[in-house]
């Protein structure tokens, strides 16, 4: 009787998944604050260059017992983030060119934007399920995410979107074809930085930001000391109102997941009603299958939509559809890897 127990109990584990990949997902945030906490820390700017570290010198540089400065150095070893030879650890290609303050495509704003903002709002996620609100500000009593922030938390959220749409918009432009129009208009452009980093690959290349005009105005600082200003320039106003003309190519960066289908539809018939004849939208977002089973990435942006405003992350098919209901021809959809994309869906008038 004890062999068949043990044997039907084999039997059963046989039959079981592995726990490892649930217990990967369940402790994934544990990952994420080992990052936030370094960052805090300064860690990566301090060891910039190359200059490594022993634990002995981080306990003492940062006022830390030798204990938690081993811990979260080994932690940043095994995650990718620290190397460890010779007794000392020092910044991975991946940290050294993301990670150190100064650096062109530094990252860290978007971490501490991550840290201080929104990983307090996905914690009441649940909140935001039953509700259907936001959870990082409160719409009964402002009347937009920025209205009465914090200027502190302001500057993060700038300085975070900044710095993956600089590395977005890298991708963007090798991935799609804009050699063959002249101006370009950044509707909800933010900082500017698909503009800079267009206009870098594109030398013929003119944009327009076209933004609230508080936005605008951080976009012409960035813009000047990117030496652009001939090039690029910024505008203020609502694209719910209005959109400058003589451009023949529209961008709509990580703006429509902001929204709900009416607004959305509504600015694209805007759009198209600005554009010339031959001219394009591009609209570049982490894209839902159209099966709506992932991927993964641009899932859980659209729960971060949640949390944050009023829209979600659509389809290609929902784009499709919207573009072609506009007056958009010859659509198309062009994937490609980046931080804030996968892909951009292009629609063209007739």
Known sequence: METKIRARRTAIAAELPS??????????????KTLAAAHELDLFSRLAGGA???????AGALGLHQRPAEMLLTGCAALGLLEKTGGRYRNTPLSEAYLVKGKPYYFGGFVQMLDKRLYPGWGRLTEALRTNRPTTWDPAAQSSIFDGEDPMMLALFWEAMHSISTMTARKLGE??????????????????????????????????????????????GKIAEAGLTDRI????????????????????SMILHDWDDAKNRALLRRSFEALPSGGA??????????????????????????????GRNYTPAEYSAWLEEAGFRHIET??????????VVIGRKP
């Open 19 to 32: 726990a490892v990949p649930l217990m990967a997902l369940s402790t994934g945030f544990w990952a994420f």
């Open 52 to 58: 490594g570290t022993t634990v002995a010198e981080l």
């Open 175 to 220: 991935a799609v074809d804009l050699s063959h129009f002249r101006r370009l208009l950044d509707i909800g452009g933010g900082s500017g930085a698909y503009d800079i980093e267009l206009c870098k690959q594109y030398g013929v290349l003119r944009a327009t930001v076209f933004d609230l005009p508080h936005v605008a105005a951080i976009a012409a």
């Open 233 to 252: 320039e910024t505008a203020g106003g609502s694209f719910f109102e209005q959109l400058p003309k003589d451009h023949d190519v529209h961008l709509l």
């Open 281 to 310: 939208v591009v609209i570049s977002e982490l894209l839902v299958n159209d099966e709506k089973t992932g991927p993964a990435p641009a899932a859980l942006m659209s729960l971060n939509m949640l949390i944050e405003t009023e």
């Open 334 to 343: 062009v994937w490609f890897e980046a931080p804030a994309a996968n892909g």
